[in-house]
């Protein structure tokens, strides 16, 4: 070997070390985005090979998709999937003659019914009549004229979760004024679904966010995962936390959907005892740690929980919340102060300099 | 130069290499990536005035860069709440237009968090 040759071997050998110590460093992220549930599904998967990511991704898309049309509250059936949710109203209105279900139906009402015996009648399903009635049953959203004596007969018609009979299989209800609408729960139900499909897969790393509402399994390399937590009036984050396996957040907030009506701010979460939208809340985020099984799963947790405490005044608050078992929430309310609970607050670190400043750390109320 | 000069050149060039890599980060965005339903439009440097016109799912929109922010400046859908989000101008923010299919995600060297809980 000529003797010159040698030193700049040495520099290209260290050279190439580099570059192959920093590729394989490069995190192995599959990262994907799609637009189901008429929202955006953002999912992660990290240290599976790129095909095979993609392979999981799409068959967690497929079923996210069959879903969505099997409860839609208002879209027909597909060639592919038929909406069973749409049956089932049409049954429920016109008597009470039972109709087969599917046994995924039946569990997804069962765990329902629980959830909103549990939560006082606030998270309740059955008042997809109120919600179309405020507009809130198409993909875009424009002011209604709000008729109040119309409004008023609804809540009094009274439709509950404990009207519906589930039995072998079939469902019927003792109110015909029951319509379904599983918003408030179809997409955590999806994201336990997926979260339990990775599982079997073998896939330990993985970020599932539907529309918001994220569940995490492992982490992201050699740190957790990060999720963000939405300002509720400018597009930035005013937190961020941790998120480990199995835990999951979600956020119920007036800025998703909304309509604006003589300067007032109409949202999507409408209060089933007054059958009004709510007003004196921004946002609710709560932070769902792993559940046992059998019981209603983390996913579908974060999607339900958000909601009677979102519904219920400042003061009702947390008793609501330590009714659903929830510990760490964080309330944003309509003078844009934020009130969270000490367990919530040890995780979170703040970016907004704002809301940090005007903080209420407060406990959760005791049983 | 000997062997052992080499060395300290390796070294050299190898230290300033890894601390590039560990150290060079800021907090502004520098590219604004597009995404279309489930593809990647485009992703464009945000040091630029450009607008572009972007075909979403219900019809054009046009995405606006100006001096280091992005934003929705038109679009098709019925709401507009993805115009209403305005300027975007740190790493990791996003606007979203779900009509019409479209986001925006602003991308730095430092990513303050994996997904966005809204």
Redesign the interface.
């Known amino acids: 070997m000529r003797k010159g040759l040698?030193?700049l071997l040495?520099?290209a050998a260290?050279?190439l070390a580099?570059w192959g110590y920093?590729a394989y460093k490069q995190p192995a992220l599959y990262h994907?985005?799609?637009?189901v549930f008429?929202?955006?599904v953002?999912i992660?998967i990290y240290g599976e090979p790129e095909e095979r990511a993609k392979a999981l991704t799409n068959h967690i898309l497929q079923d996210f998709q069959h879903l969505h049309v099997q409860l839609h509250a208002w879209q027909p059936s597909t060639d592919n999937s038929a909406n069973e949710l749409g049956t089932l109203n049409a049954a429920f209105a016109s008597g009470e003659e039972p109709i087969h279900i599917s046994p995924r139906m039946a569990e997804i009402l069962r765990d329902a019914t629980k959830l909103s015996q549990q939560s006082n009648g606030l998270f309740n399903p059955s008042i997809g009549h109120l919600i179309g009635t405020w507009g809130f049953q198409r993909?875009?959203?424009?002011a209604v004229h709000i008729d109040k004596a119309h409004i008023s007969n609804l809540v009094k018609a009274n439709p509950r979760m404990s009207d519906i009979v589930i039995k072998n299989n079939t469902a019927y209800s003792k109110n015909p004024n029951v319509k379904l609408d599983l918003g408030g729960y179809a997409k955590g139900y999806a994201l336990d679904q997926a979260a339990d499909y990775l599982r079997k897969q073998r896939v330990h790393n993985a970020?599932i966010?539907i529309?918001?509402?994220?569940i995490a399994l492992g982490q992201?390399g050699d740190t957790p995962?990060?999720?963000?937590?939405?300002h509720p009036r400018k597009?930035?984050?005013i937190a961020?936390l941790e998120l480990a396996d199995g835990w999951a957040?979600?956020?119920s907030?007036d800025y998703?959907r909304y309509?604006m009506l003589d300067g007032k701010r109409y949202c999507h979460i409408i209060d089933p005892h007054t059958g009004y939208p709510v007003q004196h809340t921004q946002a609710v985020?709560v932070l769902i740690p792993p559940q046992a099984v059998h019981s209603t799963q983390a996913g579908t947790l974060s999607d339900v929980a958000s909601k009677p405490i979102f519904i219920e005044p400042l003061a009702q608050k947390s008793t609501i919340a330590a009714s659903l078992g929830i510990q760490h929430y964080m309330v944003i309310d309509q003078a844009a102060q934020a009130f969270v609970t000490p367990e919530l607050q040890t995780k979170l670190t703040w970016?907004d300099a704002d809301f940090k400043k005007h903080l209420h750390v407060q406990a959760t109320a005791q049983h | 130069?000997r062997?052992g000069d080499?060395?300290v050149?390796?070294t050299g060039?190898?230290l300033v290499?890894?601390l590039f890599?560990q150290l060079w980060s800021h907090e502004g965005a520098t590219r604004v990536q597009i995404?279309l339903?489930?593809t990647i439009y485009g992703t464009y440097s945000l040091n630029q005035q450009r607008d572009i016109q972007v075909d979403g799912?219900i019809g054009p929109a046009t995405v606006s860069i100006m001096n280091g922010k992005a934003r929705f400046s038109k679009s098709p859908?019925?709401?507009q709440?993805c115009v209403h989000?305005?300027w975007?101008s740190?790493s990791?923010?996003?606007?979203?237009c779900?009509?019409n299919?479209l986001?925006l995600e602003l991308i730095g060297e430092a990513k303050?968090?994996?997904?966005?809980?809204?």
């Open positions: 040698k030193p040495i520099v260290c050279c580099i920093i994907s985005q799609s637009y008429g929202t955006l953002d992660s993909d875009e959203f424009s970020l966010n529309g918001g509402n994220i992201h995962w990060r999720v963000g937590i939405q597009p930035a984050a961020t957040i979600g956020t907030g998703q309509f985020t970016l | 130069m062997i080499w060395c050149v390796t060039i190898v290499v890894v890599q995404r339903g489930d799912a859908c019925h709401n709440y989000q305005g975007l740190r990791g923010q996003a606007a979203l779900l009509p299919q986001s303050h968090y994996d997904s966005l809980n809204y």
